[in-house]
């Protein structure tokens, strides 16, 4: 689990790669990779999302992980341990997904939104919290003074522009989608989390 959080905590930014094709993926993944990204998260809704971590772990450089998010049941957590993703993310609180999980020894990030979900999910490990738009950073901020040594990833309708407001409110790295498939968005993004360290 350490492993993808320093990860994380370093690259700032999770991307979350939501796509019609696993080649689309596949591509999307490479340029991340390309960028300097060391873990990407493909989503169980990208059409025959086992080819596209297959060929993004390929793709990937050593020491870059590939997993699979939108995780919902042990079913499905399963069948991505056996596709070879390195790390599951369920968007809501998913006891057999966690199950399936620590039975393969892979890192799970748990979906969570109330302060009680959190907290429960927090006392294994890192958090995805999820719709995390709905609350704003300003949420995230009070998560935070109830959980200080929480690792929080929020993900969920963040624009790139709103990611340095988010590592202000605490978390742990950023989730953002569709943003960072955006023409400059690798440039724009170093840009903006240059301007963030240097403001911190």
């Known amino acids: 689990m350490s492993g993808v959080i320093e990860l994380l905590r370093r690259q700032r930014v999770l991307p979350v790669l939501r796509l019609p094709s696993p ?3 596949t591509t999307a993944a490479t340029a991340m990779f390309a960028n300097g990204m060391r873990v990407v998260e493909v989503t169980a809704t990208t059409p025959d999302w ?5 060929d993004a772990r390929r ?4 020491g870059a992980l590939v997993g699979l998010g939108t995780v919902t049941s042990g079913a499905l957590a399963a069948q991505a341990v056996e596709a070879g993703a390195q790390f599951l993310v369920s968007p809501w609180p998913a ?3 966690r199950a399936v999980a620590d039975s393969a020894g892979l890192p799970f990030l748990q979906g969570a939104f109330t302060p009680g979900e959190v907290a429960a999910a927090a006392a294994h490990g890192p958090v995805k919290v999820f719709p995390a ?3 704003g950073p300003s949420f995230l901020v009070s998560l935070r003074q109830l959980l200080p040594g929480a690792d929080l990833v929020p993900t969920g309708g963040i624009a790139l522009e709103a990611v340095p407001d988010w590592l202000r409110a605490g978390a742990c790295a950023v989730g953002v ?3 960072l498939l955006r023409p400059g968005a ?5 840009s903006l989390l240059r301007a963030f360290e240097e403001t911190s």
């Open 133 to 135: 738009h709905v609350g």
């Open 59 to 62: 793709e990937a450089p050593d």
């Open 23 to 25: 080649a689309a993926a």
């Open 186 to 190: 690798a440039d724009r993004l170093r």
């Open 177 to 179: 989608g569709s943003d």
């Open 95 to 97: 006891a057999d997904v």
């Open 50 to 54: 086992a080819t596209a971590v297959r």
